[in-house]
């Protein structure tokens, strides 16, 4: 390829092409009078797919859609496991970012789709996938700093999406889970398929928390990271409401942000009697993180640490996508073991 054809001129060039190929159509179909209104109005609504244009706030991008964008680049795994579970593995072109394991059900797909980088990939490598629509899982989809800004994928002529929890709006509950599956259907022409999704998960959500109905709230930490200080969930993030529906409480539900550093003396005040730690790659073993927290004489008073109970969560499963319905289920387990005998 030319150094002056970049794939992101290449696609503005061919794109060009094509509107200058559509608009001489159009003006010779005029000069002609080979249509009346009614016809070329027929022949506009039978080239749009159904559902669309499809117009999309998100995070103050506003983007309108004429069609399903055919090529999709995730970073981070959760949405891309979001993709699959809708039936989209044939638009991903590209994937970054992976965490923890992937659901079973889609690790064969999932596998199937390249990966473009261990962490999130350059501007230029996302580029070089030729992608029409990039979908981000955390604002570091978009750094600026690191040339990903959305502007700049505006500039290539790339649409953007990032996930919903990381547009800043206060506390992320579930239903911006089912609203982001239900965003994503619309997008990609699939409402049903989002609206079959969503019922599902409702419906795992549902017989969890009703198994645990009624009994005492229980005290949770969340164990992401740290040594001089922990890294935790926050009252903002999706944790905190996986943990209340699960018959549990965030003790640090009043941090304000979806994560945050708390200090190990904060810890031993609020005497959590579970711990639950976050697994992902990149971040110590699961075996190395209790292994820290056991061996700390600061803690050694602390409920959950003496009685070594832990529960353990892939951190994709507490973000916005298909895996939070998941942790309901598994916190709520951990939380109350008695109301699953």
């Known amino acids: 390829m030319s150094p002056l054809l970049t794939p992101a001129r290449t696609r503005g060039f061919l794109r060009a092409a094509a509107a200058a190929v559509a608009l001489s159509s159009v003006l010779l179909t005029a000069a002609c009078g080979a249509s009346d209104d009614g016809d070329r109005d027929a022949k506009a609504t039978a080239a749009a797919p159904a559902g669309f244009p499809v117009t999309i706030d998100n995070c103050g991008v506003r983007t309108t859609y004429d069609a399903p964008p055919p090529r999709v680049v995730t970073i ?53 996938a030729e992608p029409d629509f990039v979908y981000g ?26 996930n919903r929890e990381y547009c800043g709006k206060g506390q992320v509950t579930m239903k911006d ?72 409480k965030n003790v640090f539900a009043d941090l304000d942000g979806v994560f945050g550093d ?18 992902y790659a990149g971040a110590g073993s699961v075996q190395e993180k209790k292994k820290y927290l056991l061996s700390q004489p600061a803690l050694a008073d602390v409920p959950a640490v003496r009685n070594k109970r832990f529960v353990v969560l892939p951190l994709t499963a507490t973000l916005v996508g298909i895996r939070s319905a998941y942790a309901v289920d598994d916190l709520a387990r951990g939380l109350h073991p008695e109301s699953f005998r």
């Open 76 to 128: 981070h795994q959760h949405p891309a496991e979001l993709m699959l579970a809708l039936g989209l593995g044939d638009r991903m072109v590209g994937t970054a970012f992976p965490d923890s394991a992937v659901l079973p059900e889609l690790k064969k797909n999932y596998e199937a789709i390249p990966e473009l980088a261990e962490r999130e990939p350059s501007f230029e490598k996302i580029l070089d």
């Open 137 to 162: 899982g955390y604002g570091s989809a978009f750094a600026e700093k690191e040339g990903r800004s959305r502007k700049a994928f505006t500039d290539a002529g790339i649409d953007t999406y990032l």
């Open 177 to 248: 889970t089912y609203d982001e599956i239900r965003t994503i259907g619309k997008i990609f022409g699939v409402p049903d398929r989002a609206d079959k999704l969503v019922t599902d998960l409702r419906s795992r959500v549902a017989k969890a928390a009703a198994e645990v109905e009624g009994e005492p709230e229980v005290p949770v930490f969340v164990y992401d990271s740290g040594d001089k200080s922990a890294f935790t969930a926050g009252g903002k993030g999706l944790g905190t409401e996986l943990i209340r529906l699960a018959g549990g």
């Open 262 to 279: 708390v200090s190990w003396e904060q810890v031993v005040e609020r005497r959590p009697e579970v711990i639950a730690i976050y697994d």
